[in-house]
């Protein structure tokens, strides 16, 4: 399979299955498009297709009015590249598929729900304020969190390194025993032979310097929650009294991150159609010093949820995102946007190409009562109890339901050429939207493919420039 486009002046083909990069000129772009077309139409085969030059030439110079040896020069190319295997690769990761639902996978992260209460009623919170549709506010015991890191201590297996993130609701409000957990995760670290690598997610209402100065010195990474310009933020991230949260949290959280210098950090919005402009809240982010950046789709049926018709603007403002990046990066001013960081030289391992993040298996989420959950979205799902701290595991059949869901599961993926890079996407977002992991987010789908597309593009004019330097 490969996926052939135009962006911004490059025209791309990304070869799906070995994940090649070519940036070619229009004539080939335009004989790889009536390729596909005979493959969708079974008249080749989708991989390593037998090219007709002479047919394939007459059909173009028919359709054109190119020149002949431009022509049969790009023909040569592509069949020289299919030679290759640089061009219609065949499919590696398929006859891997029993081996990866087979495997026995160890837990390696959790977010720790170390708070079900929060400090904002952000309108378009998944948690309900933190609650989780269980309308109880509660905190969790270091008695509770003890157990819960002694249970992926023990169910990692010899791997050596684990992740947990401190979650909520918001997790300052139960700092105290954030800093004993972390303590005593240091504590059996040598012992286990093990090596916690803590992370938190904050909306930096509680952050002052002896918070700031300890998560510099025990979180690898801190993810700080502002949505962009003060009306964006100020009309869905709001107080319990209703009063909008910028003023507030932007002096602390340029202070901290000021403070952080170099470490992991990410400054985390969210769009909703009521911010379809969101390439502005990245420039506020950029206005007032962030540089490490995330801004997310809200995924919600309410009004201000991202709707079909929005699509079409959506695209265009990646579009424009992918040119302010590009400029940033030549002016020497880069910024780091989390969906435009696609490693394409080597990429995730098989498993993550197929399964993505390990929800139910690698991956769990545990609330202050010390329940067991395939992941932190769905928390307060009753049916997706796998087990507790206390007992362990319980129901093995929703982890072997994630197991075996992979992108050769879900029909929408099959002919996705962005497939190994989403891994078929959320599976929360499946849930909620169609009460199957086996399914797709449809419009999350299309943002996705719209988000590889420019961070390939990226790729593609940064080297140019480097190129021509």
């Not at 030679?83 to 992260?109: C, M």
């Not at 690598?197 to 209402?205: D, G, S």
Request: overall charge negative.
């Amino acid at each position: 399979m490969v996926h052939a486009y135009s962006l911004e002046g490059y025209n791309i083909l990304l070869d799906v299955n070995s994940g090649l990069v070519h940036v070619v000129d229009e004539i080939v772009l335009n004989i790889i498009g009536t390729i596909n077309q005979d493959i969708e139409e079974g008249k080749l085969s989708s991989s390593c297709p037998e090219i007709d030059v002479s047919e394939y030439s007459k059909r173009v110079l028919s359709e054109t009015d190119l020149k002949e040896e431009d022509v049969l020069e790009a023909l040569s190319e592509i069949r020289e590249l299919i030679g290759q295997d640089a061009l219609y690769t065949k499919d590696i990761y398929e006859p891997q598929l029993p081996k990866v639902h087979a495997r026995q996978s160890v837990i390696k992260a959790m977010c720790l729900h170390i708070a079900h209460d929060c400090n904002l009623a952000c309108k378009y919170c998944f948690a309900e304020g933190g609650e989780y549709h269980s309308h109880d506010r509660s905190l969790m015991s270091f008695e509770t969190g003890k157990k819960a890191l002694d249970f992926l201590v023990e169910n990692s297996g010899a791997r050596i390194n684990l992740e947990v993130d401190f979650f909520g609701g918001e997790p300052l409000m139960n700092f105290d025993v954030v800093k004993q957990l972390v303590a005593y995760g240091r504590s059996i670290e040598k012992e286990k032979n093990k090596n916690f690598r803590f992370t938190l997610t904050t909306n930096a209402v509680l952050l002052n310097d002896e918070i700031g100065e300890f998560l510099n010195r025990e979180m690898a990474n801190v993810v700080l929650s502002i949505d962009g310009r003060k009306e964006v933020n100020d009309r869905m991230r709001v107080t319990r009294g209703g009063k909008g949260s910028y003023d507030m949290i932007v002096p602390k959280i340029q202070r901290f991150v000021k403070q952080r210098g170099d470490k992991d950090h990410y400054i985390r919005g969210t769009f909703t159609r009521y911010n379809l402009d969101f390439t502005n809240d990245i420039q506020e982010f950029l206005d007032l010093g962030f540089e490490n950046l995330s801004i997310e789709p809200v995924v919600t049926t309410a009004d201000y949820g991202i709707r079909e018709e929005d699509l079409p603007q959506i695209m265009e403002e990646y579009e424009k995102l992918a040119r302010l990046y590009i400029d940033r990066r030549v002016e020497g001013r880069p910024f780091t946007f989390f969906h435009f960081m696609i490693d394409l030289d080597q990429g995730p391992c098989v498993i993550k190409r197929l399964s993505g993040c390990g929800s139910g298996t690698e991956y769990i989420a545990v609330t202050p009562k010390g329940e067991i959950y395939p992941c932190h979205q769905f928390v307060g799902q009753e049916e997706f109890i796998i087990g507790n701290v206390d007992e362990g595991i319980l129901n093995n059949d929703i982890p072997d339901q994630f197991r075996n869901a992979s992108v050769y599961t879900k029909d929408k993926c099959d002919q996705c050429f962005a497939k190994f890079y989403c891994s078929g996407g959320c599976p929360a977002n499946s849930w909620n939207f169609s009460k199957d992991i086996n399914k797709v987010y449809e419009i999350g789908c299309e943002m996705q493919k719209k988000r590889v597309e420019c961070a390939i593009m990226i790729k593609a004019a940064l080297a140019e420039r480097e190129e021509h330097e």
